[in-house]
């Protein structure tokens, strides 16, 4: 997610609106300013969260949102981590 998306509790936010949609994964702010997020979960719930990702949480400014279906060679995770 790229816009004013550090410092607004998007990545808690996020957390919270992964765990109540039952989707595992993490979301991390990376050093350029974005946040990043992987998800895995059933894909109606993944895709709701990525639209939540559109707009964040209140006081966010998401300008671009890259959505990237990858094969990701990581431990299922069993919950949702903020790195």
């Known amino acids: ?3 004013a998306v550090q410092g607004v509790f998007f990545r808690d936010t996020c957390r919270r609106e992964a765990l109540s949609r039952g989707v595992t994964g993490w ?4 050093d350029d ?11 109606e719930d993944v895709d ?7 707009h964040g949480p209140p006081g966010a400014r998401v300008d671009h949102v ?5 094969r990701d060679d990581e431990p299922t995770a069993t919950t ?3 790195r």
């Open 80 to 82: 949702f981590a903020v």
């Open 66 to 70: 890259e959505h990237l279906a990858v």
């Open 48 to 54: 709701a969260l990525c639209r939540w990702c559109e």
């Open 27 to 30: 979301v991390c702010n990376n």
């Open 1 to 3: 997610m790229h816009g």
């Open 33 to 43: 300013g974005c946040v990043e997020a992987l998800f895995r979960g059933d894909g």
